[in-house]
């Protein structure tokens, strides 16, 4: 009778998994740069891209920072993780959300530009 289960000491097949990662793009940096303009009466002061000190499987190998009038250091943080943008309390080091879009990303942040794909026509 055959056993219907491999045996433990057999040699599986080995895959490698390459998780899946977003990277900041040039459209994404064009689009900071419309919405920090446009959040300036809404206390956004300026918003930059900086090189993640460590390569880390699954998350972006650059992130945003963003300043806001309220505070001296960096108030939030942007980066992406798998397939979705996570928004940091760049503080406290709190997860504040996740998010499909890089623009709904900025907009947790502050509601100053129209999402793509969500305008209503006149």
């Not at 009778?1 to 490698?16: F, G, I, Q, S, W």
């Not at 009466?41 to 390569?55: K, L, Q, T």
């Not at 996740?98 to 100053?112: G, I, Y």
């Amino acid at each position: 009778m055959e056993d219907p289960m491999p045996h433990l000491n057999e040699a599986l097949p080995t895959c490698k998994i390459i998780p899946f990662q977003m990277e900041l793009l040039s459209r994404h940096r064009e689009y900071l740069s419309r919405w920090v303009e446009a959040g300036h009466p809404m206390g956004v002061c300026d918003a930059d891209v900086f090189s993640a000190p460590e390569r880390q499987s699954g998350l972006s190998s650059e992130y945003v920072v963003i300043w806001v009038r309220e505070t001296a250091d960096p108030a939030y943080k942007i980066y992406s993780r798998g397939n979705k943008w996570v928004v940091m309390d760049a503080i406290r080091e709190n997860q504040l959300g996740l998010f499909a879009s890089f623009a709904d990303a900025l907009n947790m942040v502050r509601p100053v530009l129209p999402l793509p794909g969500k305008i209503v026509a006149a």
